[in-house]
């Protein structure tokens, strides 16, 4: 079974930083990638990153991309969203997916609050 679980969110002013965790495991022998995604109210939910775990390539929106920088640890058990340059537009419940190729199956964490003020 695959778990995926967010951390690091919070409350913090614009022009802050802050750094989402996304602790992921269950996976044997599969393929995947691990994404970003933010939804703020009202909205739909939309794609933020994404870092495949083989070969680190990795993708963003252009809303984030010069603000925002996403990891991996060496085991390749954490992914990590470094925010900087925040701003009130972020204000978001983030959330992480693991995106793995079929028979693999993939699964959302339950997100993490991130709320940027003036």
């Known amino acids: 079974q695959v778990e995926v679980e967010e951390s690091g969110g919070g409350s913090v002013q614009a022009g802050g930083s802050l750094r989402l965790t996304c602790a992921h495991s269950?996976?044997?022998?599969?393929?995947?990638?691990m994404s970003w995604y933010r939804q703020a109210p009202g909205k739909d939910r939309e794609f933020v990153s994404q870092?495949?775990?083989?070969?680190?390539?990795?993708y963003y929106a252009n809303s984030v991309k010069g603000r925002f920088t996403i990891s991996q640890d060496n085991a390749k058990e954490n992914v990590y969203l470094q925010m900087d340059s925040l701003e009130v537009e972020d204000t978001a419940m983030y959330y992480c997916?693991?995106?793995?190729?079929?028979?693999?199956?993939?699964?959302w964490g339950q997100g993490t609050q991130v709320t940027v003020t003036p």
């Open positions: 870092i495949l775990r083989d070969g680190g390539h990795t």
């Open positions: 269950g996976y044997t022998n599969c393929k995947y990638a």
């Open positions: 997916k693991s995106e793995a190729l079929s028979p693999c199956s993939s699964s």
